[in-house]
């Protein structure tokens, strides 16, 4: 089992700036993948960005592209999620997941990950 545990949602302006961070505890493996999803009211579930530790591969949806960056800190399985430009389209429940499969890439499939933390509020104000 994989306990994952975000921290840093909140309200923001846009073209304000955020960082979330997911630590993960339990059964943690280094060649597993950590990501982001988010849902906005109403929508369904999407894929922001993920990093996979082997190999340090990172993945992003192109609507985050340039504004957002994944990094973690092996050591203390920990990701983070630096939001940048804000806009109030990312506005939504975000979650953290991990993909303890051992693949050589990063998915974007909801399906490929198993373990889901219980979401932290971003809220871009216009």
């Known amino acids: 089992q994989v306990q994952l545990v975000e921290s840093g949602g909140g309200l923001v302006q846009a073209g304000g700036s955020l960082r979330l961070s997911c630590a993960a505890s339990?059964?943690?493996?280094?060649?597993?993948?950590m990501g982001w999803f988010r849902q906005a009211l109403g929508k369904e579930r999407e894929f922001v960005a993920a990093?996979?530790?082997?190999?340090?591969?990172?993945r992003y949806a192109d609507s985050v592209k340039g504004r957002i960056t994944i990094s973690g800190d092996n050591a203390k399985n920990t990701v983070y999620l630096q939001m940048n430009s804000l806009k109030p389209e990312d506005t939504g429940v975000y979650y953290c997941?991990?993909?303890?499969?051992?693949?050589?890439?990063?998915?974007?499939?909801?399906?490929?990950?198993?373990?889901w933390g219980q979401g932290t509020q971003v809220t871009v104000s216009s």
């Open positions: 990093i996979r530790w082997s190999g340090a591969l990172t």
């Open positions: 339990g059964r943690t493996f280094s060649s597993y993948a």
């Open positions: 997941t991990a993909d303890t499969d051992n693949k050589s890439y990063v998915s974007a499939r909801l399906t490929s990950y198993e373990y």
